[in-house]
């Protein structure tokens, strides 16, 4: 059975920054593709951050690029998400999601394995 569980979320400040964690098991992971995906609420999911199986291929969205870092380490079974200069409209349920091959690795809903989520709320 594919789990994948996130942690690190919390409440920081604006300008705080957070680093997300994403645990998989059940998997071979270093074969998995992981998109990080957030949802806020009223809102649709919205892509962040996506990096392929052996992380020589990693995607931001615009909204992130600069301030977010994606990363993984397959002898961990984990990805992060290093999130810097959260504004509040960071704010949001991240999620972390797997899968294999993705030939659009940003189409969210094509990702197979699906973690809880973790919150991460941006308030002064």
């Known amino acids: 059975e594919v789990q994948l569980v996130e942690s690190g979320g919390g409440l920081v400040q604006p300008g705080g920054s957070l680093r997300l964690s994403c645990a998989a098991s059940?998997?071979?992971?270093?074969?998995?593709?992981m998109i990080w995906v957030r949802q806020a609420p009223g809102k649709g999911p919205e892509w962040v951050s996506v990096?392929?199986?052996?992380?020589?291929?990693?995607i931001y969205a615009d909204s992130v690029k600069g301030r977010f870092t994606i990363s993984r380490d397959n002898a961990k079974n984990t990805v992060y998400l290093q999130m810097y200069s959260l504004k509040p409209e960071d704010t949001a349920v991240y999620y972390c999601?797997?899968?294999?091959?993705?030939?659009?690795?940003?189409?969210?809903?094509?990702?197979?394995?699906w973690g809880q989520g973790t919150q991460v709320t941006v308030s002064s």
């Open positions: 999601a797997a899968d294999r091959g993705m030939t659009v690795p940003t189409a969210i809903r094509a990702y197979d394995y």
């Open positions: 059940g998997v071979t992971f270093g074969s998995y593709d």
């Open positions: 990096i392929n199986s052996d992380g020589s291929v990693i």
